[in-house]
Each structure stands twice: as C-alpha cells, then as structure tokens.
T-cell receptor, first 114, second 113 residues
Framework: DADVTQTPRNRITKTGKRIMLECSQTKGHDRMYWYRQDPGLGLRLIYYSFDVKDINKGEISDGYSVSRQAQAKFSLSLESAIPNQTALYFC?????????????FGPGTRLTVL | GDSVTQMEGPVTLSEEAFLTINCTYTATGYPSLFWYVQYPGEGLQLLLKATKADDKGSNKGFEATYRKETTSFHLEKGSVQVSDSAVYFCALSDHNQGGKLIFGQGTELSVKP
C-alpha cells in the first residue's frame, strides 16, 4: 500500500461549489504539506502543518483552507471553487525538522473547475 | 526570495544518449538541493539530493553535484533509457516556511527508442 494517499484522484466540479481533497499517510510523519502544480510553474505551497495544532499558510493560500484531523490526515478545502483553481494538487509529508529531510508525495488529485 | 531555474523543455533524446538538465538556484542561506522525478500519471519521487557544497547525489545512474560557486545542481546521466521519460524537477529546501520545497518549473524528458 502507498504511504501517502489522496482522494479523490480526479474531480470535476462547477464554479461556486465547495470541494474537499483528502490526504492520508502511514509514514508517521508530523509535517504535512499541500502543493499545487500548474503547467510551466512547478509546484507552489498552499498550506503546511507541523502537527495537529500547528497550521500555517504558504505562498498561495487565498481561496483555500485546511484541516489537520489527526497526525495522519490533512484535508484541503476550496470553499467556493473558481476556474483558476483548476490544477493538480499534491499532498506531501516530511519526517523531521531538518531541511535535508526528504518530502514524500502522494499521487495527486486532478481538479477541474468548470 | 529563494528561487530555482531549470532549462526549458521538452527535451527529446535517443536511447543511450547523454543527458544534462541544467538547474541554477538563488538562496540567501545554505539550502539542501533535490531532484524529483514525476512519471506519467504519478506523484513526485525523490531521485537524488545533496545537502552541502561539493556533495554529489546519485541514484539509478543519475548524478548531480552541489556547486556553490556557480549556484548550480545540474542533473546528468550517461546513457538514458526509454523508461527515463518523465518530468524532472529541481528543488531547494527553504529554512523559512517550515522547510518547504521551492521548485523549478520542471523539464519534460522524452526518450525515443
């Protein structure tokens, strides 16, 4: 089984709808991240969490919210989806506090907002 | 702020050709440097990393050396295979914002038989 899973893998929705993307991990890591990938732009950080009580905004948090329900679960919500939120979304985890630590990525959720 | 710049793709090579994907970075501190690979339809996987100047990361025949003097971390492989076709991302780990990764824009590699 994969260490980092994301659901759904694909989602098509309409403008104005509320959407939740879910991430679960079995690696036992405290640090979790949500990134967004757009063609030609690499990945950009939306939110990150050091533990269930510590959630922080990334560089492109506007229009998004998150919830860390448990160490293993980190959800991303779009309260009112808009077309320019169409993108590939990745969840990632990291074990420790060192910048040398590897991040482990989920398979991604492809979201289309019509 | 910190940033990463990669050579633009797509890059198309014949099997067994030599590969270089250029990556340069700007950072105020002493970042760690990473290459991640994304195969079609999959998430990102760590390919290799280097955590200090002059370190060489290597994996699966790929290599990259952390060059502080030229602020570069170029990815090389001596003989590519069709199975190496993927998108390659150079990234640095930022001490700010919880150790987030700052990514280059990605370079798509296509290897033809």
């Amino acid at each position: 089984d994969a260490d980092v899973t994301q659901t759904p893998r694909n989602r098509i929705t309409k403008t104005g709808k509320r959407i939740m993307l879910e991430c679960s991990q079995t690696k036992g890591h405290d640090r979790m991240y949500w990134y967004r990938q757009d063609p030609g732009l690499g990945l950009r950080l939306i939110y990150y969490s050091f533990d269930v009580k510590d959630i922080n905004k990334g560089e492109i948090s506007d229009g998004y919210s998150v919830s860390r329900q448990a160490q293993a679960k980190f959800s991303l919500s779009l309260e009112s989806a808009i077309p320019n939120q169409t993108a590939l979304y990745f969840c990632a985890t990291r074990a420790g506090t060192s910048v040398t630590d590897t991040q482990y990525f989920g398979p991604g959720t492809r979201l289309t907002v019509l | 702020g910190d940033s990463v710049t990669q050579m633009e793709g797509p890059v198309t090579l014949s099997e067994e050709a030599f590969l270089t994907i250029n990556c340069t970075y700007t950072a105020t501190g002493y970042p760690s440097l990473f290459w991640y690979v994304q195969y079609p339809g999959e998430g990102l996987q760590l390919l290799l990393k280097a955590t200090k100047a002059d370190d060489k990361g290597s994996n699966k025949g790929f290599e990259a050396t952390y060059r502080k003097e030229t602020t570069s971390f170029h990815l090389e492989k001596g003989s590519v295979q069709v199975s190496d076709s993927a998108v390659y991302f150079c990234a640095l780990s930022d001490h700010n914002q919880g150790g987030k990764l700052i990514f280059g824009q990605g370079t798509e590699l296509s290897v033809k038989p």
